[in-house]
């Protein structure tokens, strides 16, 4: 079973940008598309980004879009998530995940991390 671990969360002001990692234990780690979702206090989970297994084809929801740019770099086994002009409502727990295909649930998650956006 792929490993995968986040970093790069923490305590950033409203405007401010963040690159958030997610290195996966596994060679196979170019086999699976690739997923980032977020939890809000509160609220379901949601999906925020995915990216095709080559880094060819990205999906963004709407609320990132323009904002938060998804890719991949695989000799490293790791996905990045950059995510700029954040605002207080991109507070959240956010997770990486893998999947076969952009659009298909995640089959194996990470262990989230924190980003908090003040005001």
């Known amino acids: 079973q792929i490993q995968l671990v986040e970093s790069g969360g923490g305590l950033v002001q409203a405007g401010d940008s963040l690159r958030l990692s997610c290195a996966a234990s596994?060679?196979?780690?170019?086999?699976?598309?690739m997923d980032w979702f977020r939890q809000a206090p509160g609220k379901e989970r949601e999906f925020v980004a995915a990216?095709?297994?080559?880094?060819?084809?990205?999906s963004y929801a709407d609320s990132v879009k323009g904002r938060f740019t998804i890719s991949r770099d695989n000799p490293k086994n790791t996905v990045y998530l950059q995510m700029n002009s954040l605002q207080p409502e991109d507070t959240a727990v956010y997770y990486c995940?893998?999947?076969?295909?952009?659009?298909?649930?995640?089959?194996?998650w990470g262990q989230g991390t924190q980003v908090t956006v003040s005001s």
């Open positions: 596994e060679r196979t780690f170019s086999n699976y598309a």
């Open positions: 990216i095709s297994r080559g880094g060819g084809r990205t």
């Open positions: 995940a893998t999947t076969r295909a952009i659009g298909v649930p995640p089959l194996y």
